[in-house]
């Protein structure tokens, strides 16, 4: 009878065990999906911060600055008569 017993607890205990190994597989099949999810996003916003930063560079260049100042705010250079130089 206690053979039995004992037999039956173990039968259990391997079920159990078995049962654990199975959902812990599916919970690391999960959180590496979730995983290649996030490194798929982090390249993408890596991917748009160099596109973002290359645009940046782009827009900021000292001649389109200078364009844009001479075309559409009527800037231009003093003449040397009209500097003035300021001492600290």
Not at 16 to 40: D, F, G, H, I
Not at 53 to 59: D, G, I, K, N, P
Request: proline share 1%; glycine share 2%.
């Amino acid at each position: 009878m206690t053979r039995l017993l004992l037999l039956a607890v173990l039968g259990a205990l391997v079920f159990l065990s078995a049962l654990q190994v199975v959902t812990t597989r599916y919970e690391t099949r999960l959180l590496v999906m979730a995983l290649q999810a996030l490194k798929t996003q982090r390249d993408d916003l890596e991917r748009e911060w160099t596109q973002l930063l290359l645009e940046q560079s782009t827009w900021s260049t000292h001649g389109r600055v200078e364009t844009l100042a001479r075309s559409k705010l009527n800037m231009i250079l003093p003449r040397a008569a009209e500097l003035k130089h300021i001492r600290s």
